[in-house]
């Protein structure tokens, strides 16, 4: 069965980090990219990261301007785990934060989200 | 950033009518060269994991029943719903996966009239 589950959600106060986990199962893990997506409270959808697959010349991160600099994801194939490091933290980084696998429509970059786990809650307040 | 303008945002429809929810891109997301466009739905309920309905604008993920219907190209996208069940009732999102960052549309929820 195909499944990503996330974890490491949690209260924060701002200016602090906390790291995110996603463990996957069910395909072939280090064959697709990976991907971060974080809903607001009662709000949309917004991308926050991709981790590329690793084709053998290393793999490519790419995040919007709202995270860049601030939020790092990385992979660890062996364990088949994504991770998503949040530091500077701020309130509206507040959301329901997804781990999505990437469909592969794209070979880097944006692409759709085949299959999505159920989230992990992060809230930044004091 | 390409905007994705979803509407309505709220579609009341009785069970078994049909649903029509539009999704417009702020750029062209139709690729000449391999003439798709570079566009998926989604559906969402609570407790539940996002789950991918349509992709290439068109083409029904495996397991999606056929009642689900995605169009357009270019710009104006749709996906209908034909005789709406109870278990329909979600909000639906469209994105676009043809420029990095891929973005969404605001959402529609479908709720039953």
């Known amino acids: ?126 | 950033d390409i905007v994705m303008t979803q509407f309505p945002d709220s579609l009341p429809v009785s069970l078994g009518e049909r649903a029509t929810i539009n999704c417009k891109s702020s750029q062209n997301i139709l690729y000449s060269s391999n003439n798709k466009n570079y566009l998926a739905w989604y559906q969402q309920k609570p407790g539940q994991p996002l789950k991918l309905l349509i992709y290439w604008a068109s083409t029904r993920e495996s397991g999606v029943p056929d009642r689900f219907t995605g169009s357009g190209s270019g710009t104006d996208f749709s996906l209908t719903i034909n005789s709406l069940q109870a278990e329909d009732v979600a909000i639906y999102y469209c994105q676009q996966y043809f420029i990095t960052p891929p973005t969404f549309g605001g959402g529609t929820n479908v709720e039953i009239k």
């Open chain 1, 1 to 126: 069965q195909v499944q990503l589950v996330e974890s490491g959600g949690g209260v924060v106060q701002p200016g602090r980090s906390l790291r995110l986990s996603c463990v996957a199962s069910g395909f072939t893990f280090s064959s697709f990219g990976m991907h971060w997506v974080r809903q607001a409270p009662g709000k949309g959808l917004e991308w926050v990261a991709v981790i590329s697959y690793d084709g053998g010349y290393g793999t490519n991160e790419y995040y919007p301007d709202s995270v860049k600099g601030r939020f790092t994801i990385s992979r660890d194939n062996s364990k088949n785990m994504v991770y998503l490091q949040m530091n500077s933290l701020r309130p509206d980084d507040t959301a329901m934060y997804y781990c999505a696998k990437a469909a592969g429509y794209q070979p880097l970059g944006a692409d759709a989200f085949d299959v999505w786990g159920q989230g992990t809650m992060v809230t930044v307040s004091s």
